[in-house]
């Protein structure tokens, strides 16, 4: 694959990104909407010399990440939403011990086994932790193909500059659509040293990675630890895209497919003449908070389009802090809004926000 | 330029690789593409589908609502979706399979017996292929040579055992539409 654009599923792209990443091994267990990338790995693992195992379930394959990123290897798993509950276990040991490593969420509807249906219903769990414990994770969100391939390469940096679980957001509609995509921009990595990593202990004295602390004071001061990087994080690694937002007198805040669905509505509405802008975040923690509360100050309202009963919201209504109104639109269970919908849900927003103004 | 096309028909009929080659030719025409096709427990025994969009603008949805052309290649794929045709359209039918009931009005219908056509060059599964000359002569995208190479490259040199019948099947498409056109 040279320089040239090549016609690609996002499955398959996160597939080839993590590849030249560097990812050494790659642990994944069957299921839609996600199929091709654990497909695409199981070819071009094997034809890379890594590692490549369709584990015997979601759990083995965390832990399997967790075993190789423990010894200082670049490792990823991936599934959808019913599979990514079940590695939520995994996560939290490896966010304990302080573990890189990637995983991707091709999330389908849910609660339950759902459907096979795009959604975007696992906001909270790839939030706002998903397992037990006091921890956070990394979360990216790409809207096209093109950023499921660029997300996933700076995901492995990510997990690697602060030693932590990094999620990558996508959903059914992004993992089964072909688009454009070009991979030129993304040498093969060479991944930093690892000097905590378990290696066998020649040469020098024995580590150990644990995540039981039995010491309370000694869990508190590991919790504290934990907390300061996550504030780092929370301060370097904010990611988002605004589209005009100078003159906006509306805000969209979407994120993902819905995003891409919602910049249709925004360009027919301007056309109408509403100023409309939007903010698409592209980490979903740490959340774009900065950026909502400017526009707080000159928008009239913000409409929030999500693939679920509304998630995200609550960050919006978070970064707003009251200021101005806050609207959920969507549709669940596997369906996503038309931008005809969304654009119809921006005239509804705007006369409700102008009879407030005059009451 | 704005092209949403839903082509549809029975599973294994090799619509997902028309799909797919046409959103290829188009995606090197310089142009934004995207191809979506249905996936999962949906294409067991009923209708599989794919959605390919061409535009000289950013794409925002994958999802053809409205239909600029309409491939269907057999009868459920043509009554679940002839009512998402738009009116300015194009209809393209494999009447081998399907009788047309309650036509959508359209700009241009093309009744193309291409699983009888295939057939008859020697392998029904080239149906894919005369509609894929059919779409192409339509919509004129790129030049005869042009579809032709980029069959081939799409089926590779491991399968160039298929090029000459398919190039075969693409022309016979392409020369039947071309006289209907002219009627």
């Known amino acids: 694959m040279g320089q040239e654009k090549v016609l690609m599923t996002g499955n398959e792209a996160i597939g080839e990104a993590a590849i030249r990443a560097g990812v050494q091994a790659y642990y994944g267990y069957p299921i839609t909407p996600q199929n091709e990338l654990t497909a695409y790995m199981s070819r071009r693992m094997l034809e890379e010399g890594r590692v490549f195992i369709q584990s015997e379930s979601e759990l083995a394959a965390i832990s399997m990440v967790t075993g190789s990123s423990v010894s200082g290897k670049r490792a990823m798993t991936s599934s959808s939403s019913p599979g990514i509950s079940l590695k939520q276990e995994g996560i939290s040991y490896m966010a304990g011990m302080e573990l890189p490593g990637v995983i991707v969420n091709v999330m389908r509807g849910g609660p339950g086994l759902g459907n096979i249906g795009p959604a975007q219903s696992d906001y909270w769990q790839a939030t706002r932790g998903g397992g037990h414990g006091d921890y956070r994770t990394i979360c990216l969100a790409p809207s096209t193909v093109q950023e499921c391939a660029d997300l996933v390469y700076l995901a492995f940096d990510l997990a690697d500059k602060h030693r932590n679980p990094v999620l990558v957001l996508a959903d059914g509609r992004l993992g089964q659509m072909m688009e454009p995509v070009t991979f030129a921009h993304l040498p093969d990595a060479q991944p930093p040293e690892k000097p905590w990593a378990l290696t066998g202990a020649k040469g020098r004295q024995p580590q150990r990675i644990v995540s039981l602390h039995l010491n309370l004071d000694e869990l508190e001061q590991h919790n504290i630890k934990l907390g300061k990087k996550y504030a780092k994080i929370e301060k370097d690694e904010v990611r988002f895209e605004e589209i005009q937002m100078d003159d906006a007198e509306a805000c969209i805040v979407a994120y993902g497919t819905s995003a891409r669905v919602a910049k249709e509505s925004l360009k027919r509405a301007r056309q109408q003449g509403l100023k409309v802008g939007m903010i698409r975040p592209i980490t979903l923690w740490p959340y774009p908070y900065e950026p909502v509360r400017a526009a707080a100050d000159r928008v009239r309202f913000f409409l929030v389009p999500e693939m679920s009963l509304g998630q995200m919201i609550e960050d919006v209504r978070l970064g707003v802090e009251g200021k101005k109104p806050v609207y959920h639109t969507g549709r669940c269970g596997g369906n996503v809004s038309t931008a005809q919908e969304i654009l119809d849900e921006l005239h509804h927003c705007c006369q409700k926000t102008q009879t407030a103004t005059r009451v | ?183």
Request: charged share 20%.
């Open chain 2, 1 to 183: 330029m704005l092209e949403r096309a839903i082509i549809a028909g029975f599973g294994g009929q090799g619509l997902m690789f028309m799909g797919k080659l046409t959103t290829k030719i188009m995606m090197h025409e310089g142009l934004h593409v995207t191809y979506f096709p249905s996936y999962g427990a949906e294409v067991r025994g009923g209708t599989a589908n794919c959605h390919v969009i061409v535009s000289s603008d950013e794409i925002a949805s994958p999802v053809v609502e409205e239909a600029d052309t309409l491939v269907t290649m057999n009868q459920p794929s043509y009554e679940r979706f002839k009512t998402v045709l738009a009116p300015h359209g194009a209809m393209l039918a494999n009447t081998s399979l399907i009788r047309m009931t309650d036509p959508p009005k359209a700009k241009t219908t093309l009744e193309v017996p291409a699983t009888q056509m295939a057939s008859d060059l020697g392998d029904v599964r080239a149906a894919n292929m005369i509609m894929m000359g059919a779409y192409n002569a339509v919509r004129e995208f790129v030049p005869f040579d042009n579809l032709v190479e980029q069959m081939k490259a799409a089926f590779g040199e491991r399968k160039a055992a298929v090029w000459e019948l398919n190039t075969r099947a693409i022309a016979a498409g392409r020369k039947f539409t071309q006289e209907q056109l002219r009627k």
